[in-house]
C-alpha cells in the first residue's frame, strides 16, 4: 500500500493525478428496505470531479434490499429513490449509462461527461442465488464495460481496458461460509456464460465444442474486475468479545483524537484475523486473488436502526464487516476505502471506495484526423 492511499479525494486536489488513469468509486449500501434522506445519501457528492481534473470518471452504486422480496411487475419506489438520489448529488455532469434492479438488489453505472465518448461497449447480466437458484432475494447483477481512448500525442497510439463491475447479495447467517462461496462461484461462472460475445472469446475444448464455464476464463480475461455487496461474511467471535472490543476501538480513538491509534489497530487486527471473508480468500476458496484494502472503520452490520448501537435485539447478532468491495486489477490504486456512519436509517452503514485505475492494453491504432480509405470492389 502506497503512503499516499487512504486519503480523500478533497486531501489529494494537492497531488499531480495520473493522466494516463481512469479514477472511479463503488458505493454498497444495504438499505433495509427503507429509503435514504438526502442528507443521508449526500457523501454521494464526494465523487464528484471538479474543474482541476480531481473526482470520479465512473461511480457504480450498488444497493441491497432496496424492496420487499415480492413478485411485482414494476420496478418498486425505493428503487427508484435510490437512483434519484444518485442522480441528482451527481449532478448533470453524470450520465447514468446502465441501471438494472434484480429483486431487492439495484446497481446504477454513472459516467462523467469527460470521458463518456471512450465508452465502446457495455452490457448488464444478472444471476439469481435464492431458493432453488430462482428466488431474487439473494443473486448478483454484472456490467461488462469495455472503454477505448486514443492518446492525445500523435503517436496513434490506442489505450484500452475492459472491466466488470459486480453488486451483490449473497447467503446470510454466520454458519452458511460455504453457501456465499457457492454464491460467488456461480455468479462468476453465469457472468461468463452470458458475456457479450464482443468483449469476451468464447473458451474452446480441443475438438471445438464450448468449453464450461467456471468463472477464470471471465475473470483472468478482465482488465479490472471490482465486487461489491453485502457480501454476509461474518466474525467467527462471540457476540461479548467483539462489543468489548469495539467499544474499546473507539475509546483509542477518541482519546488519541485520530483513526491511527495503535492500541486501537491491534484490537482491528484481532478480529479481523477472525473475519470469514479474509479467511475464505486466503484458502482460495472464493473470491481468489482478490484484494481488499486495509478495513479501518468499524464493523457496518448490525446496527439498530437512527442509531450508533450493535444489535440490541433478542437475536444480538455478532459486529461483523458484511459490506465490502473487492477488486481485482492489474493495475489499482486505493485512493480511499471507508464507511458513512452517519447514514444510519438502516441496521447496515454505507461503504464506498475510491480507485485510480490504468489502462489495460495499448495497441497502435491510426492516428487523429486519419480518414480511411474506402474498400475497392475487387474482381474475382
Known amino acids: 500500500v502506497k503512503e499516499d492511499e487512504g486519503k480523500t479525494i478533497d486531501e489529494l486536489e494537492t497531488m499531480k493525478m495520473d493522466d494516463d488513469c481512469l479514477t472511479l468509486s463503488m458505493v454498497t449500501w444495504n438499505l433495509g428496505e427503507v429509503a435514504p434522506s438526502e442528507k443521508e445519501a449526500s457523501f454521494f457528492r464526494r465523487f464528484r470531479k471538479h474543474s482541476n481534473g480531481v473526482g470520479s470518471d465512473l461511480v457504480m452504486i450498488g444497493a441491497q434490499e432496496c424492496e420487499e422480496i415480492k413478485p411485482r411487475r414494476t420496478e418498486g419506489h425505493r428503487s427508484r429513490h435510490i437512483r434519484r438520489m444518485g442522480i441528482m448529488m451527481l449532478g448533470k455532469e453524470y450520465v447514468p449509462i446502465a441501471i438494472h434492479s434484480l429483486g431487492g438488489i439495484q446497481c446504477a453505472l454513472y459516467c462523467h461527461r469527460d470521458v463518456l465518448g471512450d465508452v465502446e461497449m457495455i452490457n448488464i447480466a ?71 460475445a464482443r468483449f469476451l472469446r468464447p473458451k474452446r475444448n480441443r475438438d471445438g465444442s464450448p468449453a464450461e464455464c467456471d ?94 448501537n450493535y444489535d440490541t435485539s433478542a437475536k444480538q447478532r455478532v459486529p461483523a464487516w458484511t459490506d465490502r468491495i473487492l477488486f481485482r486489477s492489474k493495475k489499482v490504486r486505493v485512493l480511499e476505502y471507508q464507511s458513512a456512519s452517519n447514514a444510519k436509517h438502516s441496521d447496515h452503514r454505507p ?9 489495460g492494453s495499448t495497441v497502435k491504432g491510426k492516428p487523429k484526423g486519419f480518414a480511411r480509405k474506402p474498400k475497392r470492389n475487387r474482381r474475382r
Request: proline residues 2%; hydrophobic residues 35%.
Open 126 to 196: 444478472y444471476v439469481t442465488c435464492g431458493v432453488g437458484n430462482v428466488f431474487h432475494n439473494k443473486g448478483a447483477i454484472g456490467v461488462y464495460l469495455k472503454m477505448k481512448r486514443q492518446d492525445s500525442d500523435d503517436s496513434g497510439l490506442i489505450k484500452s481496458s475492459r472491466m466488470l463491475f459486480i453488486t451483490g447479495h449473497l447467503a446470510a447467517h454466520v454458519k452458511n461460509v460455504d453457501a456465499r462461496n457457492n454464491d460467488f462461484r456461480r455468479i462468476i461462472s453465469e457472468l461468463e456464460a452470458q458475456a457479450p
Open 351 to 359: 461503504v464506498f471506495g475510491t480507485f485510480q485505475v490504468g489502462w
Open 215 to 308: 468463472g477464470e476464463h471471465l475473470l483472468s480475461s478482465m482488465d479490472h474486475v471490482f465486487f461489491a455487496g453485502d457480501l454476509n461474511y461474518r466474525i467467527d467471535l462471540p457476540r461479548e468479545y467483539v462489543e468489548r472490543c469495539i467499544t474499546n476501538i473507539k475509546k483509542c480513538r477518541s482519546e488519541a483524537k485520530s483513526t491511527t491509534s495503535e492500541e486501537a489497530d491491534v484490537l482491528m487486527k484481532k478480529l479481523l484475523r477472525r473475519d470469514q471473508l479474509l479467511q475464505t480468500i486466503a484458502s482460495g476458496r472464493a473470491f481468489a486473488d482478490f484484494n481488499e484494502r486495509n478495513i479501518d472503520f468499524l464493523p457496518t452490520f448490525k446496527l439498530d436502526k437512527n442509531t450508533s
